[in-house]
């Protein structure tokens, strides 16, 4: 089935510890986007690629990391400096033509040991 | 550049009752409007569009919204409400070429039986 997968959907973080979330889709699209969702805030965009080998920063990129060296994959590291880190995090792909729609993976939900 | 804005971060309705959700945008160029439902512990899925086609958009699960730009709204509609309704309900914008994709900060959907 086509569709964007994340994992893992819980992820538990120690102080001073980075950890990765991984996010693939096999819809060949080229754009793929990372958001915090935390209660009552909506969705904040962290980073965002819209071609192999090029990011760019969103409105709260400080304390996280990105890659896209694959056009399927755009893992999302949380560094030791987010401070703040107990989110909901969704990943997301759209093409890049006229009218396009982003479509979701299902959430990692990172905590704090 | 694109905002959105969504009256009430909590709706609630009895069962059977109409749903209306309010999203009002602001846009520098003609919008592309979006309408996602999330369920808890999901990731977002769309219920409808707006690509500058016809100004009333019919979307899943019995959903449809309006167009209105002398209002600068994009309302979202049900003639009545079911218990499996209750969710997030998120407003979003874009330019006609998917740059600048803005999230709404979400309203939360109630249904009382």
């Known amino acids: 089935d086509g569709g964007i997968t994340q994992s893992p959907k819980y992820l538990f973080r120690k102080e001073g510890q980075n950890v990765t979330l991984s996010c693939e889709q096999n819809?060949?699209?080229?754009?793929m986007y990372w958001y915090r969702q935390d209660p009552g805030q909506g969705l904040r965009l962290i980073y965002y690629?819209?071609?192999?080998?090029?990011?760019q920063k969103g409105d709260i990129a400080e304390g996280y990391s990105v890659s896209r060296e694959k056009k399927e994959s755009f893992p999302l590291t949380v560094t030791s400096a987010q401070k703040n880190p107990t989110a909901f995090y969704l990943c997301?792909?759209?093409?890049?033509?006229?009218?396009?729609?982003?479509?979701f993976g299902a959430g990692t939900r990172l905590s704090v040991l | 550049a694109q905002s959105v804005t969504q009256l009430g971060s909590h709706v609630s309705v009895s069962e059977g009752a109409l749903v209306l959700l309010r999203c009002n945008y602001s846009?520098?160029?003609?919008?592309?409007l979006f309408w996602y439902v999330q369920y808890p512990n999901q990731g977002l899925q769309l219920l409808l569009k707006?690509?500058?086609?016809?100004?009333l958009v019919k979307g899943i699960n019995g959903f449809e919204a309006e167009f209105k730009k002398s209002e600068t709204s994009f309302h979202l509609t049900k003639p009545s409400a079911h218990m499996s309704d209750a969710a997030e309900y998120f407003c979003?914008?874009?330019?006609?070429?998917?740059?600048?994709?803005?999230f709404g900060p979400g309203t939360r959907l109630s249904v009382l039986p």
């Open positions: 997301a792909s759209s093409p890049l033509d006229r009218g396009n729609i982003q479509y």
């Open positions: 819809l060949n699209h080229d754009a």
């Open positions: 690629s819209q071609i192999v080998n090029d990011f």
């Open positions: 846009s520098s160029v003609p919008p592309y």
């Open positions: 707006y690509t500058s086609a016809a100004t």
């Open positions: 979003a914008v874009s330019d006609p070429y998917g740059q600048n994709f803005v």
